[in-house]
């Protein structure tokens, strides 16, 4: 299995973008932007590589990018769906 690993500190939410279940962060490094997809129901989040005309999927996590937990980094389950 690969992890992706982002680190936290390095993005900022944009609101104006984002919605309910639905957030956009920008990193800072790099400048590129995450969309952050909350499936309530599985209380899993799926991440996305926001390009000009699609969204790619990195893979999925059980956490969020921005939470209050004391880790500077987000660990992803490259490439893979929870469900």
Aim: a negative charge; hydrophobic letters at 30%.
């Amino acid at each position: 299995m690969s992890i992706l690993h982002l680190v936290k500190s390095e993005f900022d939410h944009i609101p104006e973008r984002s919605t309910y279940n639905h957030n956009y962060y920008l990193n800072k490094v790099d400048d590129y932007i995450i969309l952050e997809d909350c499936d309530e129901l599985s209380n899993t989040y799926e991440f996305y590589l926001v390009e000009p005309h699609m969204e790619v999927l990195l893979g999925s996590s059980l956490y969020q990018l921005h939470d209050d937990s004391i880790t500077t980094t987000l660990s992803i389950d490259f490439k893979k769906q929870y469900t």
